[in-house]
Structure formats: structure tokens, C-alpha cells
T-cell receptor
Framework: DQQVKQNSPSLSVQEGRISILNCDYT??????FLWYKKYPAEGPTFLIS?????DKNEDGRFTVFLNKSAKHLSLHIVPSQPGDSAVYFC????????????????FGKGTLLTVNP | KAGVTQTPRYLIKTRGQQVTLSCSPI?????VSWYQQTPGQGLQFLFE???????NKGNFPGRFSGRQFSNSRSEMNVSTLELGDSALYLC????????????FGPGTRLTVT
């Protein structure tokens, strides 16, 4: 049972355009969501996060949108740059305060973003 | 601050053997989690340790075990290796003040032949 789903294994975008990566979840106990970026031969690096009490969080070129009713979040990268080419993982967290029982992160399978010059 | 370090970076083992992987968290981080990354399954949670105690465990067989030392360093052990254990094993640490932001090491690439 996959609780966090990234249905697009890959995405190709032209430099300067917008990249939109999508993520769906099924567990209503998730109260915090994160995006990680991963280059080959490196561990994932934290990119941006959003609490379930918000619907948008922005950090420079990166914006995450959360639609709780649809259990959907998306990461927008504007403008996209070739250095953004990497695998992007969506992750979710359920804190004990939200009825969760642990501090683990549940990850999606990732989306490979390729930004073409 | 130095990041999360993992040793060794690469490892080749034979089916049936056992392996021990090591992780040193960021200084001051007391929580260490382990994840397995495979192409088909993405990142899957193995277990989390905090102050030398295992707090959470994922859906992995008992062949996968771990421990944490008083200096927060952690080790992960896999016994009776199977071909399907070939994966990238990632360690992550997080500060006590933030339950959700985890900082990952570069991983140990384990190949079982």
C-alpha cells in the first residue's frame, strides 16, 4: 500500500520554463510534507516543506502547493535551470500530535526531472 | 558543521554473508534513521534510533537490525544476505527541535552477488 505516490517517473522541461512535479497521498494523518532533491551518488537533500495548515510555501524559485481536500501537493520550479536536473522525492510525515505513531518519513518513488538547455 | 557520513560507500558481498554499515550523524543530532533505496520501491524506512533506543521500525525482516551508540553514531546490520538486499542504504539524522527535517548521508551502495 503506497501512501505517497508520484505518478510521473520522469519530466522533461526547457530551461527557463516552469517545472511542475506532482504528488498524491492517501493517509489523512500526514501533517507535514517535504520535497527532497537527489543527484546520482549523493543522498537526498532537503528542498522545501509545507505544513498541513498552509496551502502554499515559497522559497526563491521553489513553491510548494498543498490541496488537502484532494490530498495532493505540487512543487513548482520557476524558472527551471539545467542544475535542477535530479530526482525529486515527495515525502510525508505524521507527528504523534496528529495521531501518527512515529517520526518516519514516507517517500514517494521519485520523479526524474531533466531540464534541457 | 560536517554532514552525515556513511562508511563504507561501496560494498560487494556474497549471498548468505552478513554486512555492517556505519553512520555518523551531524554533531548534536540525536536521531538517526535508516532507509533502503531501490529502483522499484523508492526510499523505504528501515528504523529510527534516538538516544540508543529503537523507536520505530519499518516492514523489513528480522535480518535487518541496527543499534546506536552513546555518541549517536549508528550501525546497521544485515544478516544472511539475499540478492534482493542489493540497494543504496541511506542514513539520515535530524535535530531534536525538528521532527520532520532529515539530513541524509551519501549512502552505502551494497551489491549482493
Amino acid at each position: 500500500d503506497q501512501q505517497v505516490k508520484q505518478n510521473s517517473p520522469s519530466l522533461s522541461v526547457q530551461e527557463g520554463r516552469i517545472s511542475i512535479l506532482n504528488c498524491d497521498y492517501t493517509n489523512s494523518m500526514f501533517d507535514y510534507f517535504l520535497w527532497y532533491k537527489k543527484y546520482p551518488a549523493e543522498g537526498p537533500t532537503f528542498l522545501i516543506s509545507i505544513s498541513s495548515i498552509k496551502d502554499k510555501n515559497e522559497d526563491g524559485r521553489f513553491t510548494v502547493f498543498l490541496n488537502k481536500s484532494a490530498k495532493h501537493l505540487s512543487l513548482h520550479i520557476v524558472p527551471s535551470q539545467p542544475g535542477d536536473s535530479a530526482v525529486y522525492f515527495c515525502a510525508a510525515h505524521a507527528s504523534p500530535d496528529s495521531g501518527g505513531s512515529n517520526y518516519k518519513l514516507t517517500f514517494g518513488k521519485g520523479t526524474l526531472l531533466t531540464v534541457n538547455p | 558543521k560536517a554532514g552525515v557520513t556513511q562508511t563504507p560507500r561501496y560494498l560487494i558481498k556474497t549471498r548468505g554473508q552478513q554486512v555492517t554499515l556505519s553512520c555518523s550523524p551531524i554533531s548534536g543530532h540525536r536521531s538517526v534513521s535508516w532507509y533502503q533505496q531501490t529502483p522499484g520501491q523508492g526510499l523505504q524506512f528501515l528504523f529510527e534510533y534516538f538516544s540508543e533506543t529503537q523507536r520505530n521500525k519499518g516492514n523489513f525482516p528480522g535480518r535487518f537490525s541496527g543499534r546506536q551508540f552513546s555518541n549517536s553514531r549508528s550501525e546497521m546490520n544485515v544478516s544472511t544476505l539475499e540478492l534482493g538486499d542489493s540497494a543504496l542504504y541511506l542514513c539520515a539524522s535530524r535535530p531534536t527541535s525538528k521532527a520532520y527535517e532529515q539530513y541524509f548521508g551519501p549512502g552505502t551502495r551494497l551489491t549482493v552477488t
